[in-house]
């Protein structure tokens, strides 16, 4: 499919405004979290054609403690802006792992989620967890303490 | 004079997402030399402009996960943009530097990411419709194991979800820059 899309549209750029306090954040428990300065609503005023609302994120990784880590990312949604209690997770094909072994290792990690075009305002953020306790890992800074804050865009594809 | 105030920009954006994509496996035994990978295929022809000028660059981009098979299997790929002029039947690579290598050596390794790839290709000999795809190798055959497109193991807030069908939806895209 080919179609034309208004470029002001297109070059949507979210910047949250919380996203510049971001501190760096540890995940190294079995419980999920918001992966913090992930959260963005996005309205969908007039979708000119298109088939798709783009989550598109780049996050700094620091190696600190482990030398084997993993994290489970997945992409949430919230339906209903106005009720909390809408936000789910978009399931199975919405989640990428981010593993590393044996290897001190900073990263920046990218991705894109693309969601079914939609009318009105929504949602979303990520959230992640490692695997187990003894999987140690850093988001929003690397391992000499410079901070990177998160950026997500979003745009209609 | 008056100007528009929003712009319509006309650069011929085709994206393609393939929403239940099935696991590509990638073993030693079968891939050390290029093969293709699925779901990154696309077909597309620079824009031409009102003015009969033709863009002057494309944006190849796609983005895929990578994943292990076990514990102790490994992603090394060396991986390539490949044309075809003949409707899949043939592919070369693009070339103009549009190789490049992902992972680690020896015992240390990337055992699962997402792989975010453009290409700015010149469209200077590019006046018909070419198909598009990105092809890999295993950069090593020891240990280099791995899937396309399905998370190997996955735990949510609820704990352990592996058994379900998670993956990451490829997808591809081009667009034209004048």
């Known amino acids: 499919m080919t179609f034309f899309i208004p470029t002001d549209d297109r070059n949507n750029l979210i910047y949250n405004a919380s996203a510049s306090a971001v501190s760096y954040q540890n995940f190294y428990s079995t419980t999920q979290s918001d992966i913090d300065g992930t959260e963005v609503s996005y309205e969908v005023k007039n979708s000119f054609n298109a088939s798709y609302v783009v989550y598109d994120y780049t996050i700094q990784q620091a190696w600190q403690e482990d030398l084997d880590s993993r994290i489970y990312i997945e992409l949430w949604q919230q339906t209903d802006v106005n009720d909390s209690s809408t936000y789910a997770s978009l399931g199975a094909s919405y989640r990428v792992t981010e593993k590393f072994d044996n290897q001190r290792q900073d990263n920046v990690l990218t991705g894109k989620f693309l969601v079914p075009i939609y009318a009105g305002i929504r949602k979303f953020k990520l959230r992640a967890r490692p695997r187990d306790s003894g999987s140690y890992y850093t988001l929003h800074m690397d391992s000499s303490y410079n901070r990177y804050t998160p950026i997500i865009k979003m745009y209609i594809f | ?178």
């Open chain 2, 1 to 178: 004079m008056t100007y528009l105030n929003k712009c319509y920009n006309n650069n011929k954006i085709k994206i393609l997402v393939e929403n239940s994509p099935n696991a590509q496996h990638i073993v030693a035994s079968t891939h050390t030399s290029f093969t293709n990978i699925t779901y990154t295929e696309i077909d597309y022809k620079p824009q031409t402009y009102i003015d009969g000028s033709k863009a002057s660059f494309v944006i190849y981009s796609t983005s895929i996960l990578l994943d292990q098979v076990s514990n102790s299997s490994k992603t090394a790929g060396t991986y390539r943009l490949a044309k075809s002029t003949d409707n899949g039947n043939t592919w070369v690579e693009w070339g103009d530097n549009t190789n490049f290598h992902f992972s680690t050596w020896e015992n240390c390794s990337i055992d699962a990411s997402v792989l975010d790839i453009n290409f700015c290709l010149d469209t200077a000999s590019w006046d018909d419709t070419l198909k598009l795809q990105m092809q890999l190798k295993l950069k090593q055959t020891v240990g280099a194991e791995f899937n396309i497109h399905k998370n190997y193991q996955f735990y949510d807030q609820s704990g352990d979800v592996s058994s379900a069908n998670n993956v990451y939806k490829p997808k591809v895209m081009c667009w034209s820059i004048k």
